[in-house]
């Protein structure tokens, strides 16, 4: 009897069981945060962190080849156009620039030479073509006179054949003569051509060459700061090697890596605010990347106030964009680590 009732017990007890809800979970108070609900306005943002960039920024290469002697700035000295970063050597190219001075002073001393034996050539065949018009106007007048005389009758018919023969003759050379006088000034206008095409080139070249050889001396080429010198002395260069970077410090842009998760709802013209730690800087987000990389996307932030003191490139900083304002929504706050959603 006893055992009868003991069993039913036990089912009564395991059916009671089998109808109790599951128990809420518990928590304990030590890793909860409490946070009292409100209402009202509330402000959706996402944070990132990222550093400060220089928006002008002029990467100082090598025009020429050559091997570096001195590094005259260092990185954080302002600079202006014609500071001189760094100098550099190439005897090959000195002397090139040299010899083709020369050249050109040989070329250009040809070119006054041909001048003046073109000029001689030519009063030589001007001189010759007045003989032969002297000689055909006299053999004109002769041959006139020997027609005055024929009809006279005292002159034989031979001579006055003879006298116009000469005078055909003398005309057609002097014809030949004036032929040769054009074709001798085009001849001269082609050699004087020629001549200062050549001096032209060696011009152009020598140009070339010194500019390269005042190349050795590299110029910053803009105002700003010194952020980075890669050029070491003794250093072999080419022509596009990076030797330097110039910055202009005044003018600065944050780029945030913000976390894919939370890139949705940004948009370019967002407000947003920098934190440099030593001041917040109101901006707009300017441009976002395409594409993820590792995880976060680069949103870039223009900067619109003044800048804080100690606001410099590559100083990291902590940026908040505006995503959207309610007017009355009942909320509570959210931890710096936790999710908006």
């Known amino acids: 009897m006893l055992a009868a009732l003991g069993l039913i017990a036990i089912s009564v007890i395991t059916f009671g069981v089998s109808r109790l809800k599951p128990a809420a979970p518990s928590l304990e108070r030590a890793t909860a945060l409490i946070e009292t609900v409100k209402r009202g306005p509330m402000l959706r943002d996402v944070h990132g962190t990222g550093t400060l960039v220089a928006e002008d920024i002029r990467v100082i290469a090598a025009s020429t080849a050559g091997r570096v002697e001195r590094v005259l700035v260092h990185p954080g000295t302002p600079v202006n156009p014609k500071t001189i970063l760094v100098e550099l050597s190439n005897p090959e190219l000195q002397q090139s620039a040299v010899d083709t001075e020369y050249q050109l002073r040989a070329a250009e001393a040809e070119q006054k030479n041909l001048k003046v034996r073109l000029e001689s050539d030519r009063m030589t065949q001007e001189a010759a073509a007045a003989t032969v018009r002297s000689e055909y106007q006299q053999a004109k007048l002769q041959l006139d006179a020997d027609q005055e005389l024929a009809k ?184 710096a680590f936790g999710q908006a959603q």
Request: aromatic fraction near 2%; charge should be neutral.
């Open 152 to 335: 006279q009758g005292v002159l034989p018919a031979l001579s006055l054949n003879l006298s116009r023969v000469r005078t055909e003759d003398l005309a057609n050379r002097y014809q030949i003569e004036q032929k040769r006088l054009e074709v001798r000034k085009r001849s001269e206008e082609a050699q004087l051509a020629a001549q200062q095409a050549r001096n032209s080139q060696l011009k152009a070249l020598l140009k070339l060459k010194q500019e390269q050889v005042q190349n050795l001396r590299v110029a910053a080429g803009t105002s700003g700061v010194l952020q980075q010198m890669t050029a070491e002395e003794g250093q072999q260069v080419v022509p596009g090697t990076n030797l330097a970077r110039v910055v202009e410090p005044q003018h600065l842009k944050a780029e945030l890596k913000i976390a894919e998760t939370q890139v949705k709802d940004i948009q370019i013209g967002q407000k947003a605010q920098i934190d440099t730690r030593n001041g917040i800087i109101p901006g707009y987000v300017s441009r976002m990347d395409p594409a993820a990389q590792q995880g976060t996307f680069t949103v870039d932030v223009a900067l619109e106030g003044a800048l804080p003191p100690g606001a410099a490139p590559d100083l990291t900083v902590d940026g908040t964009v505006e995503l959207e304002r309610l007017d009355d929504v009942i909320y509570i706050s959210r931890p």
